[in-house]
Every structure is written in structure tokens, then in C-alpha cells.
């Protein structure tokens, strides 16, 4: 009796294997030309659309097939990914500073990467925004209001998130410029973050914080994400407020030289990149709610959607390389700002 | 078998897994409590459970079926989901059976013999439980990444490890790695030698002696130790998000696939993965039920399961 | 048994007749060796790389003591709160008879199988304001999500398996003989339990409170959405670790871990002995 239950175990046992080792075969790809993009989070839906363009239009021109693999994640997160062997064959980041990183430790980006593309290698541009509830109970207009008493503001941590990193430079840039000097930009932040009950590690958690948990009185986005938002979540709940002043966030392109090369993709991928810059690609990081670097390729009813406001560079900050250490780097501003505030 | 047990009263144990014994203590003796007591305790077993694990797993299921049935159906039937699933049962039934040997045998070598240095190797399988699931996958990266001693290595042998299958497969492995071991271990220690010795000294083989006398004294002990290690192997989230790579439809695995879908904000879709990770582990149990049954006259037969 | 048999000569191992050893441990140790050790080597070496003051720098900032004090409390107070009710759940499903017992035996182990980030954001939907739970609590000025309080409910979440996992089996072979022999002696139930059920228990709650204390002092997933993370606050030390690896500061993350990895492997090396010590005292009382 213990033996046929035995035998009968070993049956299944095998049986599971066999599953198993079936699921891994058909899991393999077929022999035929891939690119693997390496992105950050809030450009999954631009990529979506963009990715099957590419590929249409890369059989049209050369008859050959091409699939692009999509890798999304915390900006910082992908970055550490090539770094550490990701076989990527273009990165698609929210930091310029991400991309400096790969190419100093590994050699395998040119370290003059962002002049190898027209507009520092940004063929898209966004900036940072105010998401407010419907009919904006605390009146919130501009930045002052994000330091009054009883307002709550959400936005990821920077020391996590790329886009938290620029919406702690537009607020200070506009602290900066209104107060005249760094202290008044310090009181500024410091007085800010102490608004702040949660810091999200990523800025779509930041997003789902606001919308979905209903914590907080604005959320500060990027403005592709808060028109998402708007349009995935309910745009009868939520209502974007644009301050009079804020960042030109720029996330950059660039090739993954060392695999490319390795791979035999220099060609499609430098055909990837280039066609972002289109007039097709451009449509589609407009229509995506990305302000596109040409607009006049763009679709003129998606560019009515982005409002004027004056828009400070990541260049009157020294760039990301000055930045960077500055501002995020371990002990640099924004962990001063914490310490003081304990 | 166990002629050990002949003498002993009827387990306690049983009534937690046989249906068709009479519960252990449906009357008042004295070794039982007291009716008012015993509801209080029950009631706060049950609270206590509804609140910390039957709510939260409410709430996966309720916001997977906000969107309908048909909408379930999709996220769960789509491309990206089905390789994720696939990849999912994949890296546990790699790592389950790896798990599983090594449980065996490092219960084997503990529980049956006597050798210094047994505590600190006991201690040494507990480690994974208490290495945050960050660092368990970026030991992986620091050992096989590109910027390690091995990556050049590796690079020019074309081998990958990290952000492929193998990476995965071993986070799951280390994460895992207790779980048959710790359940094995302490039964193991209990149960003694005394029956192996028996069978030895009847004449039989090492091997005979483990496959008709170790093996199923143990069975119920192994079989737990594989629902868990199973249920955790595909459940885990963080040491395989590091390993992983993220690239959609290849190294995904349903955990990371959740994490997309509710990064999207398809609310429904994501827990629609999640619920179907639950209810995996919900079969796995099954299973064991099933087995327990048909096993029941044996399980009444010996001291334990 | 044979514990006493060879007294006065040092040897390693007992002599025993059961075969095998050498096959069992080899392979154990091969394979710990090539799965754990290995790679947590490569987490030493590379913290190594700090040198000592740096390590220390690292250790004793501010910040990084008030993670660690965090999550070691929180891991702390929810391995307790899963040490009695686990005990209770074991108890009522090992000694009681009810209607859904299965079920609810069967929902024990569901926070392994849950992915930590579906339990986070599912427990944080219950408890923020907006939520059931959460709701309920607010008015009366209790708030969970996004505090320390979250972080222990989320901990009890991913805990609660260990304990009942590990005192149900004890309590199954638990001889009833022993609690006849008590109640017959003229001992209270309550007596009998104190000083018969609760010593031989005892080991295994201990096992579990440990393996519970020691799986949450690093849990990040499910912590990470119901926390807040607020420095100083309710940031954990696994949020640190990534925090440090978003600096790409490899070194400073590895010796986050690696301190945590020492505290924790401190803490079951000293449960291990105490269990080990009261074996011998009970084979040999």
C-alpha cells in the first residue's frame, strides 16, 4: 500500500518537472533582432505606443524585424542595474546624473554622451507641477501656499526618486529667486518638508498616496504624470495647478556604446533613438504629455494642452554634476534640512 | 510500524487533521478548559486572524473583482501575465526541490548524529530568515554582477546570471532556504535514532532504512516545509526585484509584474495577479488536505504528521 | 545517551551506527556554503572595503542609529504581539474543535505567500484614513498608516506564520500524559498550564518569537508602503540600505546589512544555545 502511495507521489513529482521544464522552454525567445530599453517609471505609456511605432517603421525601411524589450523602474534603481551587467541597449532615464553614473563605471557610454543628441540629448522635456483636489479647498496657487500651516504636500523622496529630485529644485529655484539668496531657499525646503507626512520612495507610490489614500492637499508631479493621473484616476476629482515658476526637467537618452556593440545593435539602436526625435515620435511624447524638444513637428491641439510658465534649467544650478552632490549626495542639503528639523 | 506508539493514548495532534475522528476535547475532563474559556480563547484566534490576515486578503480579492469578472480573466490571461506565471512556478520548482534536498540532509546530519559545531550550522540556516530581502539580492549582484571579481569572467563566457533565470532562481533559493530544514530539524531531533538503529540492526541498507523508516515518519513535517517554502518561493518580492531586471514578459515574475500593473494604475489587474498568488498558495493547502485524507488511517496509525 | 559515553576524549563527532554522515553533512555544508556563505562573503568584503572608522561613520550617524533602533523595536513588539496570539491560535486549533478551523488553519500561512508589496499596499488601504479600518480609528485620533504603529502592523502581518507554525507541531506531540499526571496531583488547570504546558512550549515559542523578530527586522516591501518613511521618524534601516544604494555607495549599504546581519545572527546563535541548554538540562534532570 505504502508503495503504489510512493510510486504514485513519484509520478506526480515527475509530472511537476515536466510542467515546469516545458513553461521554460517556450519561454525563450526566437532568434530574431532585440533591443532591450531600459526606462524609469512614468514612461510606460509613452513607450508602449512608441515601441510599436519604432518597430513598424523599422520594417518599412529595412524590411527587418525588430522587437524592443521594456524595462521600467525607479530611475537610480535601472541605472544600478546596467551597472551592474543589465544588458541595455539604450537607457532612458529621468537624470541626467543616472546616466553619468553608468558611463563612469563602466566605460561603456561616452562620457560626452549628451552632445551625441540633438537638445542635450532630451528629445522630450517636462516640468513640475501642482495636483490639487476639486475646486481647490486650500486654495493653493503658487508655491507660498505650500508652506502654510494645515496644507499637506506629497512628494517622493529625493534620495529615492528621480522626479522627487526636481520638484526639490523647482521649489527651491523659486525660493531662491523670490527670497534672493540660498538661506531664504533653505528656509524655504526646510519649512516645506515639514509639510510633508509621507515620502514615497517612487513617484507613481507618491501618486497613489494622494489619489488613492486621499493623504494630503497637493501633490507635487511631473506634469505628464499629473495629466495621467488626471486622466486615469478622475478628472473629476482632481484639478492641476500651475505655479508662476518652475524646472525644465529634461530626462535624456542616450546609447549603451559597450553593448551595442556587444550585441551587433549599434544600427536599430541608434535608428531608436533618432526616431524619437521624428515627427512621429515627437507626436507621441505630446500626446503622451511630454513637452516634445520640437514642437513644431508636434501635434498643435496636444501642444494647446501644456500652459506657459517660466521654466528654470538643471544649467543655473552648475548642471546635475554640481547639483547632484550638492542637494542629494549623503549629508548634502536635503539631509541637512532633516537634521535641523528634528 | 512505530511499535513505540502502540502504548500511547490517542494523539492530540489528530484532531487538527482528520475529520472523521471525534474532536480531541468536546467534553469538559481534566485536562481540558473550561466552556467559556475555551470560546474566549477560540474567539480570540479567530479575531485576531480575520483582522490581521482574512481582512487584508479581503481587500486583495474585493479590488481584483471591482472591475468584473471578465476584467479578471483578462489580466490574469494576458501575454505578459502568462510569462510571469510561468516564470513564477518556473523559479519555485527549480528552487523547491533544491531546498528540499538540502533540508533532508542537513536535518539528517543534525537531528541523527552528534558533532561540535552543530549549534553555529544550525544557526547558519536561520541566516537568510533574518538578511533583509535587499541585501539578499544584492549579495547575487556584489558575487556575479558586471563591476564583481566574477563579471569579467562571466561576460566573456557569455554566462548570465543576474537579470536572468539563474539570478532569479537563486534569490529564491536563499530566501527560501530554511524553510524545509526548520520544520524537518526539531521532529527530526525528537523522534531520536532508536528506530533507525532498530532497522539497521535488522539488516537493512542506509538507503532502506531512510526510504521505509525515516522518510515517513517525517513526511507530514516534509510535506509543510515544502507548502511554505513553496508558498514564499513564489511570493517573493524583494530580493528577486533586485536580481531581476525588470524586462517585461522575461524576467518578470508575478510579484514584479504586480508592482507594474499597479504602478499603471490598473488597480484590478494587479490584484487580480496577486489574487491568483494566493490562491496558489490556497491549492497548495488543498493539496495537503487531500493527502491527509487519503492518509488518514495511517495518520491515526503514527504519533505524528 | 550517548552524550557521556566517551568522557575525557576530545573528538568531533559521536560514534554512531547509523550511516550516512558523512554524504548528509558534506553535502549541507556544500551547499550552505555555496547558496549563503558564499555570497554573504561578498557582503562582508565589500563593507570590509569602508575599513573600520569608516564602518563606524557610518554606524553611528544619527540617522542611522534612529533606523536601526526602528526597526529592531518594531521588529521587537511585533514578534511579541505574534508570540501570544500565535500561542493562542496554535492552541485553539491543536486543543479545540469549531467550525472553520480548517479554513482559518489553512489563511496561517497566507502572509508567505502574499508578495510583501501586495501585503503592504493591501494593509495600507485598510488602515490609511480613507479606509475601513483607518476610518474607524480616526475619529478617535488613532492613526496608523504612515506611522511606527503601521510598521508594526505590517510586521505582525509578515510574523504571525512563524510562531503558529512552530509551536503547532510541539503542541501536537505534546504527551498528554504528563497534564493527566498534573490535573491528578491536584494542580488548577491554570497551574498545570504555568508549569507543565508552558516549559515544554517554551522552545518553540521562542523559536518562532526569534525567526519572527529576525524576518522582520529586514522586511521592506510590505513596510515600505505603510510607513511614511519619514527620516528620524518612521524611515527603517532596509529603506536606509536603498537609500545608500541610490548614492551608488555600495560600501555604505553592505555595512548597513552587515551590521544588521550581525545583531540578528547574534540573536539566533543565543536562542539556539538556550534551547540547546535546556535539552540538556531536561535529558539530564
Same mark, same amino acid.
Given at each position: 500500500m505504502t508503495k503504489l502511495r510512493t510510486r504514485r507521489l513519484r509520478t506526480i513529482l515527475a509530472a511537476t518537472a515536466v510542467i515546469a521544464f516545458t513553461g521554460f522552454g517556450t519561454g525563450l525567445a526566437s532568434a530574431q533582432t532585440t533591443l532591450l530599453n531600459v526606462s524609469y517609471d512614468p514612461t510606460r505609456e509613452l513607450y508602449k505606443t512608441f515601441n510599436q511605432a519604432f518597430a513598424e517603421h523599422w520594417k518599412q525601411e529595412t524590411g527587418e524585424d525588430v522587437r524592443i524589450r521594456q524595462s521600467h523602474g525607479g530611475s537610480g534603481k535601472q541605472a544600478r542595474a546596467v551597472i551592474d551587467g543589465l544588458q541595455a541597449d539604450v537607457v532612458t532615464l529621468a537624470l541626467e546624473a543616472d546616466i553619468d553614473a553608468i558611463a563612469e563605471r563602466t566605460g561603456k557610454i561616452d562620457a560626452d554622451w549628451r552632445k551625441r543628441l540633438p537638445d542635450n540629448s532630451a528629445p522630450y522635456t517636462s516640468t513640475i507641477v501642482f495636483l490639487v483636489r476639486k475646486g481647490n479647498p486650500k486654495a493653493i496657487k503658487d508655491w507660498p501656499d505650500l508652506t502654510k500651516d494645515g496644507v499637506e504636500v506629497i512628494t517622493p523622496n529625493p534620495k529615492t526618486s528621480g522626479g522627487a529630485r526636481w520638484n526639490f529644485l523647482a521649489a527651491w529655484a523659486y525660493a531662491e529667486k523670490a527670497g534672493g539668496n540660498e538661506q531664504a531657499a533653505r528656509d524655504y525646503v526646510a519649512k516645506l518638508y515639514q509639510n510633508v507626512p509621507v515620502l514615497d520612495t517612487g513617484a507613481r507610490g507618491a501618486t497613489t498616496t494622494f489619489v488613492q489614500r486621499g493623504i494630503g492637499d497637493v501633490l507635487l508631479a511631473w506634469e505628464n504624470e499629473a495629466f495621467l493621473a488626471l486622466q486615469e484616476l478622475g478628472p473629476d476629482q482632481f484639478e492641476i495647478v500651475v505655479p508662476t515658476l518652475s524646472i525644465k526637467a529634461e530626462p535624456p537618452v542616450a546609447l549603451v556604446d559597450g553593448n551595442v556593440d556587444a550585441h551587433g545593435t549599434r544600427k536599430v539602436a541608434e535608428a531608436y533613438l533618432e526616431f524619437l526625435y521624428s515627427k512621429q515620435g515627437q507626436e507621441l511624447a505630446a500626446k503622451n504629455y511630454y513637452r516634445p524638444a520640437k514642437p513644431e513637428l508636434a501635434d498643435a491641439a496636444d501642444l494647446k494642452r501644456f500652459p506657459d510658465l517660466e521654466l528654470v534649467g538643471i544649467d543655473s544650478f552648475g548642471g546635475w554634476k554640481e547639483a547632484q552632490p550638492r542637494f542629494f549626495a549623503d549629508g548634502g542639503i536635503f539631509d541637512q534640512i532633516y537634521k535641523k528639523g528634528s | 510500524m512505530a511499535n513505540a506508539n502502540l502504548a500511547s493514548t490517542p494523539p492530540l495532534g489528530e484532531a487538527a487533521i +482528520? @475529520? $472523521? $475522528? @471525534? @474532536? +480531541?476535547?468536546s467534553k469538559t475532563s481534566a485536562t481540558g478548559e473550561k466552556a467559556a474559556t475555551r470560546w474566549t480563547l477560540i474567539a480570540i484566534a479567530i479575531g485576531f486572524l480575520a483582522l490581521f490576515v482574512l481582512l487584508p486578503l479581503g481587500a486583495v480579492f474585493a479590488e481584483a473583482f471591482r472591475a468584473g469578472f471578465g476584467a479578471y480573466w483578462e489580466a490574469v490571461s494576458e501575454p505578459d501575465a502568462v510569462a510571469a506565471i510561468k516564470l513564477t512556478l518556473l523559479a519555485a520548482g527549480i528552487a523547491v526541490p533544491a531546498n528540499l534536498v538540502f533540508g533532508i540532509a542537513a536535518s539528517w546530519a543534525i537531528a541523527k548524529y552528534e558533532f561540535r559545531g552543530k549549534s553555529l550550522l544550525n544557526t547558519l540556516i536561520d541566516l537568510p530568515f533574518s538578511i533583509s530581502p535587499v541585501i539578499s539580492g544584492l549579495i547575487y549582484i556584489l558575487l556575479f554582477g558586471a563591476q564583481s571579481v566574477l563579471g569579467p569572467f562571466l561576460r566573456e563566457h557569455g554566462i548570465e546570471i543576474v537579470f536572468a533565470l539563474p539570478g532569479i532562481v537563486l534569490a529564491t533559493i536563499f530566501v527560501t532556504f530554511p524553510f524545509i530544514a526548520r520544520e524537518l530539524i526539531p521532529l527530526m531531533q525528537e523522534q531520536g535514532t532508536a528506530e533507525e538503529e532498530a532497522a539497521l540492526t535488522l539488516g537493512a541498507s542506509g538507503w532502506r532504512t531512510f526510504w521505509h523508516v525515516t522518510l515517513p515518519n517525517i513526511r507530514w513535517a516534509l510535506l509543510y516545509g515544502v507548502i511554505l517554502c513553496n508558498a514564499r518561493a513564489m511570493g517573493e518580492f524583494g530580493a528577486v526585484s533586485v536580481v531581476s531586471g525588470h524586462i517585461r514578459g522575461e524576467t518578470n515574475t508575478m510579484p514584479l509584474h504586480v508592482e507594474i500593473l499597479y504602478n499603471e494604475y490598473n488597480f484590478a489587474a494587479a490584484f487580480a495577479v496577486a489574487s491568483l498568488l494566493a490562491l496558489l498558495a490556497l491549492l497548495t493547502l488543498i493539496v495537503k488536505l487531500v493527502l491527509e485524507w487519503l492518509y488518514a488511517d495511517q495518520i491515526a496509525g503514527t504519533r505524528r504528521h | 545517551m550517548t552524550l557521556a559515553a566517551s568522557a575525557g576524549r576530545w573528538r568531533w563527532k559521536e560514534p554512531s551506527v547509523i550511516p550516512g554522515f558523512g554524504l548528509a553533512l558534506g553535502f549541507s555544508l556544500t551547499y550552505l556554503g555555496l547558496i549563503v556563505l558564499l555570497p554573504l562573503a561578498a557582503l562582508l568584503l565589500n563593507a570590509a572595503s569602508l575599513g573600520w572608522s569608516g564602518f563606524w561613520d557610518i554606524m553611528l550617524e544619527p540617522r542611522t542609529l534612529a533606523a536601526l533602533r526602528l526597526s529592531f523595536l518594531a521588529a521587537l513588539f511585533a514578534a511579541s504581539v505574534n508570540a501570544v496570539f500565535g500561542l493562542i491560535i496554535a492552541w485553539a486549533f491543536v486543543r479545540y474543535d469549531f467550525p472553520g478551523r480548517r479554513l482559518f488553519d489553512a489563511l496561517v500561512d497566507l502572509p508567505f505567500a502574499l508578495p510583501t508589496a501586495v501585503a503592504g499596499i493591501a494593509l495600507t488601504a485598510l488602515y490609511a484614513p480613507n479606509g475601513p479600518i483607518g476610518g474607524l480609528l480616526a475619529p478617535l485620533g488613532i492613526k496608523v498608516a504612515y506611522t511606527p504603529l503601521g510598521i508594526v502592523i505590517a510586521l505582525i502581518f509578515i510574523g504571525l506564520p512563524f510562531v503558529v507554525r512552530t509551536v503547532q507541531p510541539v503542541l501536537e506531540d505534546l504527551d498528554k500524559e504528563l497534564e493527566e499526571a498534573a490535573a491528578t496531583l491536584g494542580a488548577s488547570r491554570f497551574r498545570t498550564l504555568r508549569s507543565v504546558i508552558l516549559p515544554a512550549l517554551m522552545p518553540a515559542i521562542l523559536t518562532g518569537f526569534t525567526l519572527a523578530l529576525a524576518r522582520a527586522v529586514g522586511e521592506y516591501g510590505s513596510v515600505i508602503f505603510i510607513a511614511g518613511n519619514i527620516p528620524y521618524v518612521s524611515e527603517i534601516a532596509p529603506l536606509l540600505i536603498t537609500i545608500r544604494l541610490e548614492e551608488f555607495n555600495y560600501a555604505g549599504a553592505t555595512a548597513i546589512g552587515a551590521a544588521m546581519l550581525m545583531i540578528s545572527f547574534s540573536l539566533l546563535l543565543l536562542i539556539h544555545l538556550i534551547q540547546l541548554w535546556q535539552r540538556r538540562r531536561f535529558t539530564h534532570g
Open positions: - | +482528520a @475529520p $472523521l $475522528l @471525534p @474532536p +480531541a476535547h | -
